[in-house]
Nanobody, 126 residues
Framework: QVQLVESGGGLVQAGRSLRLSCAAS????????MGWFRHAPGKALEFVAG????????YYAESVKGRFTISRDNAKNTVYLQMNSLKFEDTAVYYC???????????????????WGQGTQVTVSS
C-alpha cells in the first residue's frame, strides 16, 4: 500500500510562485512513476505533469509547460511541483499520484495511476 500526502497549497496572487510537495510512504518509492493532476470546479480532472521513476524524463501539459517543473528526491520519498507565473486558471485542487507499473506510456491518464493523495487546494487571485 502506498500513501501519498500533498502539502504546500494556499492562496497566492497571480504571477507569484508556489511549490507543492508530495510525500510517499513505503521503501519502493524510487520505483514509481509519479504524476500531478488538478481538478477545478466544474471541470474534468486534468493532467499537469509526470516524471519517471528515475527522474530521467518529465512530461507536462501544454497549459503549464514553461511555468511548472516537476522533480523528485528519491532519498526523501518526495515529488515536487514548482509552479511559477501562476494564473487565475491554475486554481484547482492538486493531487499527486503514483503509478507502480513498469511502463509509463499513458502518463497523462488518471487511470494509469494506482494511488492518489488527498489533494491540496491552490487558489490564485487575479
Amino acid at each position: 500500500q502506498v500513501q501519498l500526502v500533498e502539502s504546500g497549497g494556499g492562496l497566492v496572487q497571480a504571477g507569484r510562485s508556489l511549490r507543492l510537495s508530495c510525500a510517499a510512504s513505503g521503501p519502493t518509492f524510487s520505483r514509481y512513476n509519479m504524476g500531478w493532476f488538478r481538478h477545478a470546479p466544474g471541470k474534468a480532472l486534468e493532467f499537469v505533469a509526470g516524471i519517471r521513476w528515475n527522474g530521467g524524463s518529465a512530461y507536462y501539459a501544454e497549459s503549464v509547460k514553461g511555468r511548472f517543473t516537476i522533480s523528485r528526491d528519491n532519498a526523501k520519498n518526495t515529488v515536487y511541483l514548482q509552479m511559477n507565473s501562476l494564473k487565475f486558471e491554475d486554481t484547482a485542487v492538486y493531487y499527486c499520484a503514483a503509478d507502480t507499473s513498469p511502463g509509463f506510456t499513458f502518463y497523462n491518464r488518471g487511470r494509469s495511476y494506482q494511488y492518489w493523495g488527498q489533494g491540496t487546494q491552490v487558489t490564485v487571485s487575479s
